[in-house]
């Protein structure tokens, strides 16, 4: 579909294939016909005031938030999918999920829930009153029972793939699918973190693998993806790499120069991702010497404590850090 290098356009045209709108997302929507869009992807703010947004009221940003889906929902193709990813806004050390506060608007939207998938990743902020946050979700509703889903895009490893059933008709024969098993709902992808290969300077971006995954599955070639909270472009990446048409509306100036280069970057096929096969780094795997505990050390040498006498070191525990007198 890319043979020849198309341009970036900034408001939408149907007939285009790569739209990055600098400015309100609803602006943007205001031009997309009803129905046009196949796959609407995004990760809004959160409402947490960084940098790039206001901090409201949680009913003042539930309220923006669907006029937004309400508009989504308008451009969706009948056999169309709207993916929100979000995790929790924190009130005064309490957090809310935001899945379960936006779901109703969804719903009262007409839209069916298939998939709250669970996105699990290893790093992020230490808590101290509370247990760290180490996933997000990812709602996934229909405009209609009858829906575009490819499941073989994006199956994963057999965990046995030699297992064979042994009884009834198909003894002997291999029980797996050749072409790997369904994802789950679970999804355990690293998030972009400073050691991430896609690491930029947006604060928040999403991996593309992650939406690699939704643009396969809920779309076909050709189909519009639309992210009405672009950011660094992740979501027109995904789309441009499998063949799609996206669009985006960003209103910080930078992130708009900073999507519209990955685009390029994508388009020249120079931009730098984590494949959505790679599996997770596994330090133990690695063997990775940072996993030893330093105070496990036992082979290390036993400093002396400040009373304690050469000629006595045989009583004393030495594979203990604080060496200390064996009790008998
Ligand atoms: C959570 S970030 C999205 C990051 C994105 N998923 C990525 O991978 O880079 C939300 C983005 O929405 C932008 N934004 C906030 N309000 C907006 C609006 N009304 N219209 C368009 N973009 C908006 C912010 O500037 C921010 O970059």
């Not at 929100?84 to 939207?109: C, H, K, M, S």
């Not at 930029?200 to 693998?209: A, D």
Request: glycine share 8%.
């Amino acid at each position: 579909m890319y043979g020849e290098q198309p341009s970036i356009q900034s408001e939408f045209l149907t007939a285009e294939r790569l739209v990055v709108h600098p400015g309100d997302c609803l602006r943007l929507l205001r031009d997309v016909p009803d129905g046009a869009i196949q796959l609407v992807v995004t990760s809004p703010p959160y409402n947490l005031g960084k940098e790039y947004e206001k901090r409201l009221h949680l009913d003042a940003y539930l309220a923006q938030q669907a006029e937004v889906i309400r508009e989504c929902v308008r451009c969706l193709a009948p056999r169309g999918s709207i993916c929100w990813q979000v995790g929790n806004y924190v009130d005064r050390g309490a957090i809310i999920p935001l899945d379960t506060v936006l779901y109703p608007i969804f719903v009262e939207l007409g839209l069916r829930m298939r998939n709250r998938i669970i996105w699990h990743f290893e790093h992020g902020l230490h808590c101290s009153k509370r247990l760290s946050g180490r996933y997000e979700t990812i709602v996934w509703f229909t405009k209609s029972d009858d829906y575009v889903f490819h499941l073989d895009p994006i199956r994963v490893a057999q965990k046995y793939p030699g297992k064979k059933h042994f009884k009834g008709p198909k003894a002997g024969e291999y029980s797996c699918n050749p072409l790997g098993k369904n994802p789950g709902d679970v999804w355990v992808i690293p998030n972009v973190k400073s050691n991430h290969v896609e690491k930029t300077e947006h604060p928040c971006q999403f991996p593309v693998e992650l939406v690699e995954r939704l643009v396969l599955s809920l779309t076909d070639e050709g189909d519009w993806v639309l992210d009405p909270f672009l950011g660094s472009g992740t979501t027109v990446v995904a789309a441009i790499r499998h063949g799609r048409r996206g669009a985006g509306a960003e209103t910080v100036p930078g992130y708009v120069s900073l999507a519209r280069r990955r685009i390029m970057q994508e388009l020249d096929g120079t931009l730098r991702t984590r494949s959505m096969h790679k599996p997770v780094y596994d330090p133990a795997e690695a063997n990775n010497s940072l996993r030893n505990p330093p105070w496990k050390n036992e082979g290390a040498p036993v400093q002396l404590t400040l009373f304690e006498q050469p000629e006595e070191k045989g009583e004393y525990d030495t594979k203990s850090r604080y060496p200390r007198p064996i009790r008998t």
